[in-house]
Nanobody, 117 residues
């Protein structure tokens, strides 16, 4: 069955960096869009980034210039490089997949990112 497994979260100080990974199984990511969402405490889940099958990328305004998403189809993996982290980046980060960057069929279980001094 389709599975998405995130890793790479943790505790980091403001200004620091983390790299999240999401390994897919049960399907080949080549023809699918892959997105990262996050959910901060007490807030709704929001999309952070998306990369489609043509490797076009999309970012929310609050992470543009700080976060970069990429994909390695050979490894069936999508990444999120997060630099210059801020306290407001704290939350659970989920990866998701779908046929485009507008609708997602499958979700991972999430990985916690905490930005704090």
């Amino acid at each position: 069955q389709v599975q998405l497994v995130e890793s790479g979260g943790g505790l980091v100080q403001p200004g620091g960096s983390l790299r999240l990974s999401c390994v897919a199984s049960g399907f080949t990511i080549d023809y699918y869009a892959l997105a990262w969402f996050r959910q901060a405490p007490g807030k709704e889940r929001e999309r952070v980034s998306c990369i489609n099958s043509s490797e076009n990328t999309y970012y929310s305004d609050y992470v543009t210039g700080r976060f970069t998403t990429s994909r390695d189809n050979a490894k069936n993996t999508v990444y999120l490089q997060m630099n210059n982290l801020k306290s407001e980046d704290t939350g659970i980060y989920y990866c998701a997949t779908g046929e485009s960057c507008t609708f997602f069929d499958y979700w991972g279980q999430g990985t916690q990112v905490t930005v704090s001094s």
